[in-house]
């Protein structure tokens, strides 16, 4: 499975963006997909996940009510609706695929494919 985002880029704070992620592959519909971000000199964390489906989604307390993870299956994509940004959210985001729909969605080690990162910076 290959993942690549797009979407990234500066945006004030109060800002949105959308970040999207392309699958390859055909069995992209039966993985768990996660957002994970990572700012300088911090380790990666866990934003948001959703299930293959589509019917469970999970989000980090910091980003609840403001950012939306979907996915369309048909299209082999999963998106990151931020609203309302925050100087706080900037990092590179990153993309994960896990097959097998573990328990650790909120850790890096619950996923077995990545994407690159795209940034994302806000400015206050």
């Known amino acids: 499975v290959q993942l690549v985002e797009s979407g990234g880029g500066s945006v004030q704070a109060g800002g949105s963006l959308r970040l999207s992620c392309a699958a390859s592959?055909?069995?992209?519909?039966?993985?768990?997909m996660g957002w994970f971000r990572q700012a300088p000199g911090k380790e990666r964390e866990f934003v948001a996940a959703i299930s293959w489906t589509g019917g469970r989604v999970y989000y980090a307390d910091s980003v609840k009510g403001r950012f939306t993870i979907s996915r369309d299956n048909a299209k082999n994509t999963v998106y990151l609706q931020m609203n309302s940004l925050k100087p706080e959210d900037t990092a590179v985001y990153y993309c994960?695929?896990?097959?097998?729909?573990?328990?650790?969605?909120?850790?890096?080690?619950?996923?077995?494919?990545w994407g690159q990162g795209t940034q994302v910076t806000v400015s206050s």
């Open positions: 994960a695929a896990d097959p097998y729909s573990g328990i650790y969605y909120e850790k890096p080690i619950g996923y077995d494919y």
């Open positions: 592959g055909r069995t992209f519909r039966s993985y768990r």
